[in-house]
């Protein structure tokens, strides 16, 4: 079975430190896509970025970065220079294929962060 | 607005009471999703349609919740005689279909059900 392990539960800094947070997932699958997502107070999940596991790039978008290493099954997310806006509970999610050829998100237990002045 | 949207936004209903949540996808969509996200848990798959058609249930959607997308456009979640384990937020996601697994599936912003 898939499993997605966030161990980390809650982070706080200040603004503008950078954070890291971990994402450590389980798989038998040879072929998976990870995704990212942000929960923001209002509830609604917001899809950050996908990286599909043939694809060990690390990907860079604005103040977001990506880090995903194969050989140790992780796929962390790190923002630098961190601002008020960031703060929100952020949620790795692992694709496992579905009956039809849809894909059904593993979710992680989910990061709350929180970014204070 | 283009996004997936749920009706209601929250719901309060005795336990017992039949409820019935509604998604709308996003237009040319032809994947839904539903999920249901416990207090501090990720959101857990129930069900998976591909336009019409039910293709996947999963093991926590018992006998007393049953989707329907009769057009492959909206879709509605029921739940008979509520319980009180049946409290939390039940979101609706979609995707545009292709055979990779990777399509991003975008949420509305859930339907919370307080069942007391």
């Known amino acids: 079975a898939q499993k997605v392990t966030q161990a980390q539960t809650e982070i706080s800094v200040v603004e503008k430190e950078d954070v890291t947070l971990d994402c450590v997932y389980e798989t038998r699958d040879t072929t998976y896509y990870l995704f990212w997502y942000k929960q923001p107070p209002s509830g609604e999940l917001v899809f950050l970025i996908r990286?599909?596991?043939?694809?060990?790039q690390n990907e860079i978008s604005g103040r977001y970065s990506w880090n995903f290493q194969k050989s140790t099954s992780s796929f962390n997310f790190t923002i630098t220079a961190s601002q008020v806006v960031d703060s929100a509970v952020y949620f790795c999610?692992?694709?496992?294929?579905?009956?039809?050829?849809?894909?059904?998100?593993?979710f992680g237990t989910g990061t709350q962060l929180k970014v204070e002045l | 607005d283009t996004g997936v949207s749920q009706d209601p936004r929250h719901k309060i209903t005795k336990r017992g009471q039949n409820v019935t949540f509604r998604c709308d996808p996003i237009s040319e969509h032809n994947r839904l999703y539903w999920y249901r996200q416990t207090l501090g848990q990720g959101p857990e798959f129930l069900t998976y349609f591909q336009n019409e058609a039910q293709l996947e249930k999963s093991r926590l959607l018992s006998d007393r919740f049953s989707a329907e997308r009769p057009k492959g456009s909206f879709s509605t979640l029921e739940i008979q005689r509520t319980e009180q384990g049946d409290s939390a937020m039940y979101l609706c996601?979609?995707?545009?279909?292709?055979?990779?697994?990777?399509?991003?599936?975008?949420f509305g912003p859930g339907t919370r059900l307080t069942v007391t």
């Open positions: 990286r599909n596991s043939f694809d060990e």
């Open positions: 996601a979609s995707s545009l279909g292709t055979l990779a697994m990777w399509n991003e599936q975008y």
């Open positions: 999610a692992l694709s496992e294929a579905t009956a039809g050829g849809g894909n059904k998100l593993t």
